[in-house]
């Protein structure tokens, strides 16, 4: 059984910056998919950005040129530098991982494990 777990969230001030890890245990996950999403109280779950299996990213708008995800080279582990945080990230956010789905590729049908989340509050 996969089972990623988060660390690395806190509160920050506006501005401020905050580093998300994610450790997935087992075998390197060379072939999946890797993502991290979020939920802010009262909102449904967002996707936030996404790394494939050629190392390719992708980011949501609202955080394209803050949000940085990157892993090790052994794909165990998998990161979320978040900068200029704003009080609107505020939310739990969470890893997630899985094969690519057949017709959506990296998209939200393909993430199948997920962690417990991390708290990350940004006070103006």
């Known amino acids: 059984q996969v089972q990623p777990v988060e660390s690395g969230g806190g509160s920050v001030q506006s501005g401020g910056s905050l580093r998300l890890s994610c450790a997935l245990s087992?075998?390197?996950?060379?072939?999946?998919?890797m993502g991290w999403f979020r939920q802010a109280p009262g909102k449904e779950r967002e996707w936030v950005a996404s790394?494939?299996?050629?190392?390719?990213?992708t980011y949501a708008e609202a955080v394209k040129g803050r949000f940085t995800i990157s892993q090790e080279n052994a794909k165990n582990t998998l990161f979320l530098q978040m900068n200029s945080l704003k009080p609107e990230d505020t939310a739990v956010y969470y890893c997630?991982?899985?094969?690519?789905?057949?017709?959506?590729?990296?998209?939200?049908?393909?993430?199948?494990?997920w962690g417990q989340g991390t708290q990350v509050t940004v006070s103006s």
């Open positions: 790394v494939d299996s050629e190392g390719t990213t």
């Open positions: 997630a991982a899985g094969r690519p789905h057949p017709s959506y590729a990296c998209g939200d049908p393909a993430y199948k494990f």
């Open positions: 087992g075998s390197a996950y060379s072939q999946y998919c």
